[in-house]
């Protein structure tokens, strides 16, 4: 089970940090992550976090130097910080984790999804 929280409605420039609280099996996934769907759009990844890899952590290139991953195993709990938001980075936000120990930013590599969280960016 992944649950997220924190979405929130911000003013561009703005920062947000989605949590997503994950069953104990799931927590210990390969792979998790965060996609994001913007309405009338495909979901699309934006951040993903390998267990095996040391410092294997992915960004989609539209939010490199903004949003950063994390992972806390004691908590259970993956996270995103997002600074700098963007007027486009409004959209549904979801955690994902996905069983391969080879971790991509595509929405059919994912396994198990979170129900969302919504972030809505004003200009």
């Known amino acids: 089970q992944l649950m997220e929280s924190g979405g929130d409605s911000v003013q561009a420039g703005g920062s947000l940090r989605l949590s997503c609280r994950a069953s104990i099996y799931l927590i210990n996934s390969p792979c998790l992550g965060w996609f994001r769907q913007a309405p009338g759009k495909e979901r699309e990844g934006v951040a993903n976090i390998n267990r095996y890899v040391v410092n294997d952590i992915k960004y989609a290139e539209s939010v490199k130097g903004r949003f950063t991953i994390s992972k806390d195993t004691a908590k259970n709990t993956l996270y995103l910080q997002m600074n700098n938001l963007k007027p486009e980075d409004t959209a549904m936000y979801y955690c994902?984790?996905?069983?391969?120990?080879?971790?991509?930013?595509?929405?059919?590599?994912?396994?198990?999804w979170g129900q969302g969280t919504q972030v809505t960016v004003s200009s």
């Open positions: 994902a984790a996905s069983r391969r120990e080879t971790c991509l930013l595509a929405a059919d590599t994912v396994d198990s």
